[in-house]
Nanobody, 115 residues
Framework: QVQLVESGGGLVQPGGSLRLSCAAS????????IGWYRQAPGNPRDLVAI???????NYLDSVKGRFTISRDNDKNTVYLQMNSLKPEDTAVYYC?????????WGQGTQVTVSS
């Protein structure tokens, strides 16, 4: 069983930055796929960024060049650095891991971009 706990969300002005963290426990995820999704009210849950065990990454087009996903395998943690935030980035952000063909989700952290 894998537990994912997100932190780092909050309220930020347009153009600002936030860093989300997702700490995993219960299993070593260094060889697994891990990433971030987001969901705004009335919208489906979209993949924001994902990182493979070899370090390869993939991003939602609208966040390319602004968001960076990284992982610290020693801490079993994944990060999402979000820069140049826009109001349309407002959503609940969920940590995601795929371990032994089973998907796991965190509880979500709210990110609100507003002046």
């Amino acid at each position: 069983q894998v537990q994912l706990v997100e932190s780092g969300g909050g309220l930020v002005q347009p153009g600002g930055s936030l860093r989300l963290s997702c700490a995993a426990s219960g299993r070593d995820l260094s060889d697994e796929v891990i990433g971030w999704y987001r969901q705004a009210p009335g919208n489906p849950r979209d993949l924001v960024a994902i990182i493979l065990s070899n370090g390869l990454t993939n991003y939602l087009d609208s966040v390319k060049g602004r968001f960076t996903i990284s992982r610290d395998n020693d801490k079993n943690t994944v990060y999402l650095q979000m820069n140049s935030l826009k109001p349309e980035d407002t959503a609940v952000y969920y940590c995601y891991a795929l371990s032994q063909l089973t998907p796991y989700w965190g509880q979500g952290t709210q990110v609100t971009v507003s002046s």
